[in-house]
């Protein structure tokens, strides 16, 4: 599956987001990426997941973690992990912007229609569909990767985190942390 079809999926998932709705639009993407996984071959499923891992394991940064800090008003290893699931469930644009700067986010967050940027029921709905179609991860070629061992990039204290991103920061003093 080209990065391209990829993101489709996700832009489809994602079609009938109301940013007026403040709760529900979550369910509603899940619900439509249980759907449109179920239209696919379990090749293309594995491909989905392969994707959808490669591009998690890329947000694995410093500077995404202390964006997912400040947004959420702290942010530990599951929080990052589910931050970074989020991440991928806004879309390519989002995506991309963020893995750009970070600082981008401030734009994004805090936002009328996002519930919270914690989205760990999203990563496994490809694993769900190859379940529910009986399919094994040879089936699917599923690819085998290794997790990073820690973030890229800079590692950071709380104390450097109004300086280093300051959008962010006047963001979630305005509208206050998600957590």
């Not at 936002?111 to 190859?130: N, Q, S, W, Y």
Request: charged residues 25%; contains cysteine; proline residues 3%.
């Amino acid at each position: 599956m080209s990065l391209e079809r990829f993101w489709d999926i996700i832009a489809q998932s994602r079609s009938g987001f109301d940013p007026n709705r403040r709760d529900g639009n979550m369910d509603s993407q899940v619900t439509r990426l249980r759907l449109i996984l179920s239209e696919l071959s379990v090749e293309e499923i594995g491909s989905f997941d392969n994707t959808f891992t490669k591009l998690f394991h890329d947000a694995y940064r410093w500077d995404l973690w202390a964006a997912g800090y400040i947004i959420e008003g702290g942010c530990g290893d599951d929080g990052i992990t589910d931050f970074r699931y989020w991440l991928i469930s806004m879309g390519r644009e989002v995506y991309d912007n963020a893995m750009t700067d970070v600082e981008s986010l401030a734009n994004v967050a805090f936002t009328p229609g996002i519930e919270v940027t914690r989205f760990e029921g999203f990563r496994f709905l490809a694993r769900e569909a190859l379940r529910r179609m009986n399919a094994s991860d040879n089936d699917a070629g599923l690819m085998a990767f290794e997790h990073p061992a820690s973030p890229a990039g800079n590692e950071w204290d709380d104390g450097d985190l109004p300086r280093r991103f300051p959008k962010l920061t006047a963001a979630a003093d305005q509208y206050g942390a998600q957590s």
